[in-house]
């Protein structure tokens, strides 16, 4: 069982949660087909890291808020939590992400 | 269960329990009685309350004369009672005896307050004794311990596979409001986890 953070609700079974995906995608600021290709990048575009990995999670048993993990896929261990604007790999100094 | 209506314009509440409750003792009751306490609180008024205006939020608590609590705490007696279920959201729970969504919205601007009943929605169970934790412990990985989750706490968690709301109300007491739908699958699960403790059904 992994154990997520929830920065509200403390320490919760990742089974409450919802997994949302890549919190590093940025969306583009505007919607003119000159942007096109950074679209294509926000919407398809995903990569499949080895190591730390900042995503998404939603606590949707719980106070429904979207919480960002930073995660390492290969030994599933979970560094840190916070909210979607917290830059989680800044606050995690020494550490890099694996991308 | 008898039941009541006493607000005018809502429609009678049924129980989504009424047909699965068995009352009298049950499991592993010992020479000491049972450990254990199962009733169903009904009929409730719950509302849901959304609003992001501080300034509205303490009219509407001197209105309901309860505070609204901070993240994960409730306030207030079987009276009144509100449970914070996320960021500018509560719920507001009481027996059934006015009804309350008018009581605000008569008062509140409906652009700043945002009121959803919920009560024809919800199922609630009281699950009082000295055993109580344990059985939360059987269906939930929240920190159930009386360090962590005391009187007036409250937490939105998945409980035995259902979305609940669990809502302390004194050391050993707890109010668990579920999906109405689902109540009678979550009786069931409640009932089986609490035989080997022994229970009453009130
Ligand atoms: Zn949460």
Redesign the pocket.
């Known amino acids: 069982m992994l154990i997520i953070n ?5 320490p ?1 079974d990742h089974a ?1 949660f919802t997994y949302v995906g890549d919190a590093t995608k940025n969306r583009p600021k505007n919607g003119d087909s000159s942007n096109d290709n950074a679209w294509y990048d926000f919407v398809y575009l995903r990569d499949n890291p080895k190591g730390l990995h900042e995503e998404l999670w939603q ?1 949707s048993f ?4 979207f ?1 960002k993990v930073l995660r390492n896929t290969l030994t599933h261990e979970i560094i840190a939590t916070g909210m979607p604007k917290d830059n989680l790999i800044l606050k995690e100094k020494g550490l890099e992400l694996n991308v | 269960m008898t039941e009541v209506n006493t607000s005018k314009n809502s429609l009678r509440r049924q129980s989504g329990l009424a047909h699965v409750i068995n009352y009298g003792q049950f499991g592993n009751v010992t020479l000491n009685g049972p450990s254990l306490f199962i009733c169903e609180r009904h009929p409730l008024t719950i509302l849901q309350l959304d609003t992001n205006k501080s300034k509205t939020l303490t009219d509407i608590s001197n209105l309901l004369n309860v505070e609204f609590p901070h993240t994960n705490t409730c306030n207030g007696d079987d009276k009144r009672r509100i449970l914070w279920l ?1 960021p500018n959201r509560w719920l507001i729970v009481e027996p059934e005896h006015e009804c309350l969504q008018t009581l605000i919205n008569n008062e509140f601007n409906s652009s700043e307050v945002f009121l959803t009943d919920l009560s024809h929605g919800k199922s609630t169970v009281r699950l009082r004794g000295r055993n109580a934790r344990d059985v939360l412990m059987k269906g939930s990985g929240v920190d159930w311990h009386l360090n962590s989750f005391g009187a007036d706490y409250c937490a ?1 968690t998945k409980l035995f596979d259902l979305a609940a709301t669990v809502d302390c109300r004194d050391i050993d007491v707890f109010d668990i409001y579920i999906a109405r739908g689902f109540a009678e699958d979550f009786w069931g699960t409640l009932v089986d986890a609490a035989a080997e403790f022994g229970y009453q059904v009130d």
Request: proline content about 7%; overall charge positive.
């Open positions: 929830c920065p509200l609700c403390g919760r409450e606590h719980g106070c429904r808020c919480v | 996320g939105h």
